[in-house]
């Protein structure tokens, strides 16, 4: 199985300040087909995980265009340019490129 | 718009079964795979199985193989799990996702299965 890992935040995040995660798999995203299947997901407290941004760096439909992917390979960051107030949840990871999918442990956005 | 409903979730007794379903609208259900991620208490995802679009090829965690059925009516555009000899390791909120290449685009509000004596 890809083993995905996620940085903490260093601390609270200030609004209207950047806030940037990353994210390391133990292999490879890369698959046959030439895509990169990292995609980060969003889960606001008490609500559904909700899916971000698709192949490191496609952002689903309705997302805000602060949040941003990049990254190749193994490595990957989310970026948030300014923080604002709905943005406090938890953020995942998550590889798609093979089964089983699995997911970051998590990082918690949380604001000063 | 893409609706997502899961119902089912319930206290069982270790050992027990449940049946989990989830009604898709919105979109061409007979076209996508599915997928159901869970979540225990306090803690992160987890993917628990997958199924094609017509129902003939299906995938499983590990931790759920033998004991967890995933499957589908498209008729019906509905998502099912069979869940049978449940531990308390199971207990978890259960989300259906509708699946696009590499990721799950929509996803339910969950089902909440606890296992518990």
């Known amino acids: 199985d890809i083993v995905m890992t996620q940085s903490p935040l260093p601390s609270p995040v200030t609004l209207g300040q950047p806030a940037s995660i990353s994210c390391r798999s133990s292999q490879s995203l890369v698959h046959i087909d030439g895509n990169t299947y990292l995609n980060w997901l969003q889960q606001r407290p008490g609500q559904p995980p909700r899916l971000l941004i698709s192949e490191i760096s496609n952002r689903f439909s309705g997302v805000p265009d602060r949040f941003s992917g990049s990254g190749a390979g193994t490595d990957f960051t989310l970026k948030i340019s300014r923080v604002e107030a709905e943005d406090v949840g938890v953020y995942y990871c998550m590889q798609g490129k093979q089964l089983p999918w699995t997911f970051g442990q998590g990082t918690k956005v949380e604001i000063k | 718009e893409v609706q997502l409903v899961e119902s089912g979730g319930d206290l069982v007794q270790p050992g027990g079964s449940l049946r989990l379903s989830c009604a898709a609208s919105g979109f061409t259900f007979s076209s996508y795979w599915m997928t159901w991620v869970r979540q225990a208490p306090g803690m992160g995802l987890e993917w628990v199985a997958s199924i094609d679009n017509v129902g003939s090829a299906t995938y499983y965690a590990d931790s759920v193989k033998g004991r967890f059925t995933i499957s589908r009516d498209n008729a019906k555009t509905s998502l099912f799990l069979q869940m049978d000899s449940l531990r308390a390791e199971d207990t978890a909120v259960y989300y259906c996702?509708?699946?696009?290449?590499?990721?799950?685009?929509?996803w339910g509000q969950g089902s909440l299965v606890t296992v518990s004596s």
């Open positions: 996702g509708k699946v696009i290449t590499g990721a799950a685009d929509h």
